[in-house]
C-alpha cells in the first residue's frame, strides 16, 4: 500500500497571543512557533500504521518555504520514507483550490492507493483541500474520518457526524481520505527515528515541475481573495443563574444540553 | 565557529522537549514531588524512544551521539520539571561510561544494552559517610582471596541505588597504597548478591523523584570478573567520568533555570498591578533580562564544555567553569522566579518553589561548587 499523506506547517496559535499584521488580511507571524498542523500529525500516523501492518511506501508533501523541512523531517523520523516539499515565490498566496491544484500536479505522477490529509489546517482552517484535490485526481472521498480500515481494494471508513451520529462507508480504492483528530494516538519521535530521518532526503520542486503556469498558481490561481482578518470586538454577555446550588447546577446541565455540548 | 545547533540537534531537541511537555504534567510531577518514588513508566518510555541513552554507542544498544545532544535532552526533560527530568536522565549517566572505557567486551555486552533499553537501572557508588568531596581514601574495602573480592564498607548519597540492577563500586583495593588514591578500584556488583543492602533516603529538598540511597556491603563476595579495569585504577577512571557527567549537571542547571524564566515570564505578561501588568514595571523586566543573560551565558560555557569533550578531548577547566557557573545560574534564576511570582511563588502548585529547591543539588553533586573551582585554580596556578 503506497500512501501520499499531504502535510502543512502551520504556527501553534492556540495560546499564542495574536495580531494583525499591516495588510490587514494576515496575522503577525513573527515569534510564532510552527509545528506539524495537528490533523495532519493525526494523517501521518493513520498512514505509517497502515505501512507497518501491510508494507508499502508512504511520502509526505507539503508546500512551502524551506522552513518547513522542519515538518517534513518530523514525519520522516516518525516513519515517512519519502518527503517532497514545493517551494517557489510564485505559489505564495494560494488559497485552497490553488494548493490543490499544486499538490495534484506531483501526486498523480506518484504511485499510491491511498491519499491523507489532515481534516483541516490549524491556520485558515478552510477544511476544503483534501475534497478539491480527490475531485481533481478523480478518486472517492471521505472527510471527518475517524477510524479507517483497509479491506481488498476497498477502504471502510467511520465518519463523525453532528448530533452524534457516526456513519460507515465502503469506498473503492484509490481514495483520499480527510482525518479527524483522535484516529490514533501520534507516536513520539523518537531519538532513533531522527538518525534514519537525517539519511533520507527531502526533494524539492518549483513551479516548473508542477507542469503548471503561473495563471494556475498563486493569488493569480486563487478563488478566493481574502478582505479582511480582524479581531471580533468583545462583547460582554453574561447571564447570572440563581437559586440554590442544586437548581444552578440543574439549569447549567440544560443551558450545556441545548447547546449541543453535553 | 558556528553558534547555532545543526538540523539534526535542532530535531533532537524538539523531539525531547514534546515528549517531556506531554509526559511531565505539573500534577504527575506535584505527585513525584511529594511520593519521592522513582518515575519507572516515564524512564521506560523515555528509554524505548531513546532519550536515556544517547551517549551509548549503537553496539551497545544505545543512540551513538556525543556529550552534547544528551546535554540537548537533558536541558528540555529538566525544563519541563527538574525532579522528573532528572530522574529520567540520571539512570544511565556513569555506570555505561566507566564500562565503556575500561569494562572488558564481555562486561560491555552484558551490562550495557539492559541499561540502554531501560530495562535496568544503575547506580554508580563513589561517596561515602566520611568522603565526600574527598574521595582519595576510601573506607569501604575490597580484600582478595582466591579468584574473588570480599567487600565491606558502606556508600551514601547514591542516586538509584534503592532501585537499581546494576552497580559500580569504589573501594580501597590496597590499603598501604601511598598516596592511598592509587589503590582504589571499580567493581561491578549486581543486586541481590548477598551482602549488599541499599536503603532509601527521605527528605531531600528536591529531585525527590529521583531517589537516593545508602548502601551497605557486609562479607560482599565479588568474583574477580567483576573487577573494572585494572587494579588500582579507580580513582583516575572515576575523576576521567565527572568530566563529562559534570557537564551533564551543567544542562540539568541551564534546564532548571530556562524552565523558571519561561514561567516567571509569562505570569510577569499576565498578572496585573496597579492596573498593568507587572512586566512594565521595571524592577520585573530587568530582573527578567537579567535572567535571560544568565541562562544564555551558561548555556554557552554547558554548550562549549560539551562541544570540547565530543570534538577534542575532555577539558576539565571548561567542564567546572560550565558546572559552577551554570548552577549557580539556576539557584539565582529560579530564586527570581519566585520573587516575581511573589506570594504565589511560595506555594507547590505554582511549581516555581520546586524549581529552585532542586536546583540546590546542582552546586553539590558531581563535584561542588568549590571543588569546580578548585579545578580552575589549580589550572590558573600552573598557568605561566
Redesign the interface.
Same mark, same amino acid.
Given at each position: 500500500m503506497d500512501i501520499v499523506v499531504c502535510v502543512k506547517h502551520v504556527p501553534e496559535t492556540a495560546e499564542a497571543e495574536l495580531k494583525i499584521d499591516s495588510t490587514g488580511k494576515n496575522i503577525e507571524k513573527t515569534g510564532l512557533v510552527y509545528d506539524i498542523n495537528e490533523w495532519d500529525d493525526y494523517a501521518l500516523e493513520e498512514a505509517v500504521r497502515i505501512k507497518e501492518k501491510q508494507g508499502g511506501t508512504v511520502t509526505a508533501i507539503t508546500i512551502g518555504t524551506e522552513d518547513f523541512? @522542519?515538518t517534513l523531517?518530523?514525519c520522516l =523520523?516518525r516513519g515517512a520514507d519519502a518527503a517532497i516539499r514545493l517551494t517557489d515565490p510564485k505559489f505564495q498566496g494560494s488559497d485552497a483550490y490553488a494548493t490543490a491544484k499544486i499538490l495534484h500536479s506531483i501526486i498523480k505522477n506518484l504511485h499510491c492507493d491511498l491519499i491523507l490529509c489532515g481534516l483541516q489546517a490549524g491556520d485558515d482552517g478552510s477544511a476544503a483541500v483534501g475534497t478539491i484535490l480527490a475531485q481533481l485526481l478523480g478518486v472517492p472521498h471521505a472527510t471527518m474520518v475517524k477510524k479507517l480500515e483497509l479491506c481488498t481494494g476497498t477502504a471502510k471508513v467511520n465518519r463523525e457526524l453532528e448530533g452524534g451520529l457516526e456513519e460507515i462507508l465502503e469506498i473503492k480504492l484509490p481514495a483520499l481520505f480527510a482525518v479527524s483528530t483522535g484516529i490514533n494516538e501520534p507516536r513520539?519521535? @523518537?531519538?532513533?527515528?531522527?538518525?534514519k =530521518?537525517?539519511q533520507k532526503e527531502i526533494k524539492v520542486l518549483g513551479l516548473a515541475d508542477t507542469g503548471l503556469t503561473e495563471a494556475y498558481v498563486g493569488e493569480a490561481g486563487s478563488w478566493l481573495k481574502t478582505e479582511k482578518l480582524y479581531v471580533p470586538p468583545v462583547e460582554k454577555q453574561a447571564e447570572f443563574l440563581k437559586g440554590t446550588p442544586d437548581e444552578v447546577a440543574t439549569k447549567i446541565a440544560e443551558l450545556l444540553k441545548s447547546r449541543g455540548l453535553i | 565557529m558556528e553558534f547555532k545547533l545543526n538540523n539534526e540537534q535542532i530535531e533532537i531537541k524538539r523531539a525531547a522537549r514534546e515528549f517531556a511537555e506531554k509526559e511531565f504534567t505539573p500534577e504527575l510531577a506535584l505527585e513525584y514531588d511529594q511520593k519521592e518514588e522513582f518515575p519507572l513508566g516515564l524512564y521506560k518510555k523515555a528509554a524505548q524512544l531513546g532519550f536515556t541513552s544517547m551517549r551509548i554507542p549503537c553496539e551497545y544498544g544505545g543512540q551513538g551521539y556525543g556529550v552534547l545532544e544528551d546535554c540537548i535532552v537533558v536541558e528540555e526533560l529538566c525544563r519541563v520539571d527538574p525532579g522528573l527530568g532528572v530522574a529520567v536522565s540520571l539512570g544511565n549517566l556513569m555506570v555505561p561510561d566507566v564500562l565503556l572505557r575500561h569494562g572488558n567486551e564481555e562486561q560491555k555486552q552484558r551490562y550495557i544494552p539492559p541499561l540502554a533499553k531501560g530495562e535496568k537501572i544503575a547506580a554508580a557508588a563513589f561517596t561515602e559517610p566520611e568522603h565526600g568531596s574527598d574521595i582519595t581514601r576510601m573506607d569501604s574495602t575490597a580484600k582478595k582471596t582466591g579468584d574473588e573480592w570480599t567487600i565491606n564498607g558502606a556508600k551514601e548519597f547514591i542516586t538509584n541505588a534503592p532501585i537499581a540492577d546494576t552497580f559500580i563500586i569504589l573501594c580501597q583495593s590496597d590499603p598501604n597504597a601511598q598516596p592511598s588514591h592509587r589503590g582504589q578500584s571499580i567493581f561491578l556488583v549486581e543486586k541481590g548478591m548477598p551482602g549488599l543492602e541499599a536503603t532509601k533516603l527521605h527528605g531531600k529538598m528536591g529531585i525527590k523523584p529521583c531517589v537516593t540511597g545508602s548502601l551497605c556491603m557486609s562479607d560482599l563476595k565479588v568474583p574477580d570478573a567483576n573487577l573494572v579495569g585494572e587494579l588500582n585504577k579507580g580513582f583516575y577512571y572515576t575523576l576521567e567520568l565527572f568530566d563529562g557527567t559534570r557537564i551533564t549537571v551543567a544542562a540539568q542547571a541551564v534546564g532548571m533555570a530556562q524552565g523558571a524564566f519561561e514561567k516567571a515570564l509569562n505570569y510577569a505578561k499576565t498578572r496585573k498591578q496597579f492596573g498593568q501588568p507587572i512586566i512594565n514595571f521595571q524592577a520585573v523586566s530587568f530582573k527578567l533580562a537579567d535572567m535571560t543573560i544568565k541562562i544564555e551565558a551558561a548555556r554557552l560555557m554547558m554548550y562549549k564544555a560539551a562541544w570540547l569533550y565530543d570534538k577534542e578531548k575532555p577539558n576539565p577547566v571548561a567542564t567546572s567553569i560550565a558546572k559552577a557557573y551554570a548552577s549557580r545560574v539556576a539557584m539565582e534564576v529560579t530564586d527570581d522566579a519566585i520573587q516575581i511570582f511573589g506570594g504565589y511563588g511560595y506555594l507547590a502548585d505554582y511549581h516555581v518553589e520546586r524549581f529552585h529547591r532542586c536546583a540546590k543539588i546542582t552546586e553539590i553533586y558531581e563535584g561542588t561548587s568549590e571543588i569546580q573551582k578548585l579545578t580552575i585554580c589549580n589550572y590558573l596556578q600552573k598557568q605561566t
Open positions: 523541512d @522542519s523531517r518530523k =523520523a513520539y519521535v @523518537s531519538i532513533m527515528g531522527i538518525r =530521518a537525517m | -
